[in-house]
């Protein structure tokens, strides 16, 4: 017992995969599925669309002493998006409680900055307990269609529980980069160094074989882990399945469900100029009288994406304003603000 207590104290309210879809840390936020997300990098829910609720259970590396509870929300508006999210661990003498708000805004066309505040409070039978507040903050780019660049600082500002002066979240700086080779599969890499553990490196790959079906593997060192995990989506509810390996403990199980449609689908990488593709149609499109082809010569455009933004205009009239965009599933702030330039009302 005086192992784990030790192990707790000194990884207390260190990141704790919140998800299934996040057991490669920074390298997985580069593309999130949930709001869940904001856990590794506030940026990640500007690439969130619409609004949606999560829920997730986990039990790290066999460790039932941080048996984990979370749940989490958000809702993404024109140019910024909002997200909340609430974590629970505790068994046997020892709880921990930490709640966090977050908020994302396109700074520029293909950059989201995000921030992060957080409370912290923990319980630990015979020791006492102890409050603390943390900030969190991120960035995530879009240099050109399908290649993303993201960083985030976690414990940038820490409070202490104790009178050391240690700060609670202990400072973690990560990197990570990212590309969407083709439609439904993304590869990214990360880098993170660790204010107590030091350097960890993680590898993410994802892939949706099926409509509705995705699957994700994950590597991390040091030590040597490795995370599976597969999402099954029906309509607007997705459910998470995740299992993470531990060359000395157990492994890892975690559970997610989610309502709501704001899984970030990135376009494929263009291998053209994008003037290439500009040269094919005269910009900005008037977006109620435009053609599915027309849409698709926008940068950032798929096919998937313009039929969806046609039926909507088809099946609920002319839009009145580009900001109106917002309503469209899969048009989120962080993609209205790089369609914004290429099209117009008339």
């Not at 207590?5 to 260190?14: D, G, V, W």
């Not at 829920?55 to 998006?81: C, Y």
């Not at 969407?180 to 553990?197: D, E, F, N, R, W």
């Amino acid at each position: 017992m005086i192992g784990i207590l030790l192990t707790i104290l000194i990884s207390a309210f260190e990141a704790q995969s919140e998800s299934p879809w996040l057991s490669g840390s920074i390298a997985s936020a580069l593309f999130p599925r949930t709001h869940l997300a904001i856990s590794v990098n506030p940026a990640s829910t500007g690439l969130l669309d619409g609004t949606s609720l999560s829920a997730s259970v986990s039990r790290p590396f066999g460790l039932t002493e941080l048996d984990r509870t979370a749940i989490a929300g958000g809702k993404s508006f024109s140019r910024i998006a909002l997200a909340s999210l609430l974590s629970y661990s505790g068994r046997d003498g020892y709880s921990e409680f930490t709640s966090t708000a977050s908020a994302a805004v396109t700074l520029r066309r293909g950059i989201v900055g995000g921030v992060s505040l957080s409370g912290h409070r923990i319980q630990i039978e015979g020791f006492g307990n102890g409050t603390a507040f943390s900030t969190d903050v991120g960035l995530i780019a879009r240099p050109i269609t399908g290649l993303f660049i993201g960083g985030s600082i976690r414990g940038l500002y820490s409070s202490s529980l104790t009178e050391t002066g240690m700060g609670a979240v202990p400072r973690t700086i990560s990197g990570a980069i990212g590309v969407c080779p083709l439609k439904g599969i993304t590869v990214s890499c990360g880098a993170s160094m660790h204010q107590y553990s030091g350097e960890e490196y993680s590898v993410v790959t994802s892939v949706e074989p099926y409509p509705g079906l995705s699957l994700s593997m994950s590597f991390l060192t040091p030590p040597v882990r490795m995370g599976m995990a597969v999402q099954i989506s029906v309509s607007t509810v997705a459910m998470q399945y995740g299992y993470t390996t531990h060359p000395d403990l157990e492994g890892g199980h975690a559970l997610s469900l989610a309502y709501g449609s704001p899984a970030f689908h990135p376009d494929p990488i263009q291998i053209l100029d994008s003037e290439e593709h500009e040269e094919a149609v005269c910009f900005p499109l008037n977006i109620n009288t435009a053609s599915e082809e027309d849409l698709i010569n926008i940068p950032g455009i798929g096919p998937s994406k313009a039929s969806t933004i046609w039926n909507y205009i088809e099946n609920y009239g002319p839009l009145q304003s580009i900001d109106q965009m917002i309503d469209i599933p899969g048009v989120g702030a962080t993609t209205l603000e790089s369609l914004r330039p290429y099209l117009t009302v008339i």
